[in-house]
């Protein structure tokens, strides 16, 4: 079983992907899964960069105003890491018990 990230992850998405692995128990399949979700990290961070060193709009030859590029890679790499989170199925517990304190 793969327990250090993967070299060409991010230091975020190395940290996350470390964070994932010593909280829960993953078959092999799952991380799998959790590298793709680390990869979508890094291209997210990527847009989201260039989209905030060039602006989020462009004016194209004609003089009208075009979405950047980056903007549909930020968007379609949310929606694919947070398919691939769900895909993981992680149990997430609550902090502290839900309703009243023990004692009342």
Same mark, same amino acid.
């Given at each position: 079983? /793969? ?6 992850? #991010?230091?975020? #998405? ?6 994932? @692995? ?5 078959? !092999?399949?799952? /991380?799998? @899964? ?11 961070? /990527? ?8 602006? #989020? ?5 004609? !003089? ?6 980056? +903007?549909?890679?930020?968007? !379609?790499?949310?929606? @694919?890491?947070?398919? +691939? @989170?769900?895909? +993981? !199925? +992680? ?14």
């Amino acid at each position: 079983m /793969i327990k250090k990230p993967p070299k060409f992850l #991010s230091t975020k #998405s190395k940290e996350f992907f470390k964070n994932v @692995i010593n909280e829960y128990a993953l078959e !092999d399949h799952h /991380i799998k @899964i959790l590298i793709l979700a680390c990869e979508c990290l890094d291209q997210i961070e /990527i847009a989201r960069l260039k989209i905030e060193k060039e602006g #989020s709009y462009y004016i194209n030859r004609f !003089d009208e105003p075009r979405p950047h590029p980056a +903007l549909k890679e930020f968007k !379609d790499n949310k929606l @694919i890491f947070t398919r +691939l @989170i769900k895909q +993981l !199925d +992680l149990e997430i517990e609550p902090r502290r018990e839900v309703g009243r304190p023990p004692g009342y």
